[in-house]
């Protein structure tokens, strides 16, 4: 089995900084893509950011520039850094993880559990 564990969230000021984390822990042979989503009150879940196992990142035009997806491998998490936040910012973010298991060596897609951002102008 696989977990995620993400921390991180909480009340921002508009232009401060957050970071988010997202840890995997199980039965893990390889993490091929990790990304962050969000999803705001009345609205769909959206692409934030991605980075691929081949270390190639993109991000939403919205974020682009503000923040920063990265990865550590040797301990199986991403994390987000949130810079110059803005209101519009404020969501539940998830981490999203495409992982191959190491019992049955197939791929599938993991969610964390969510963490509230809510950023104040």
């Known amino acids: 089995q696989v977990q995620l564990v993400e921390s991180g969230g909480g009340l921002g000021q508009a232009g401060g900084s957050l970071r988010l984390s997202c840890a995997a822990s199980?039965?893990?042979?390889?993490?091929?893509?990790m990304a962050w989503y969000r999803q705001a009150p009345g609205k769909q879940r959206e692409l934030v950011a991605i980075?691929?196992?081949?270390?190639?990142?993109n991000y939403a035009d919205s974020v682009k520039g503000r923040f920063t997806i990265s990865r550590d491998s040797a301990k199986n998490t991403v994390y987000l850094q949130m810079n110059s936040l803005k209101p519009e910012d404020t969501a539940v973010y998830y981490c999203?993880?495409?992982?191959?298991?190491?019992?049955?060596?197939?791929?599938?897609?993991?969610w964390g559990q969510g963490t509230q951002v809510t950023v104040s102008s």
């Open positions: 980075t691929l196992s081949g270390g190639s990142t």
């Open positions: 999203n993880l495409r992982i191959t298991d190491s019992r049955m060596m197939r791929s599938s897609d993991y």
């Open positions: 199980g039965s893990i042979f390889s993490i091929n893509a």
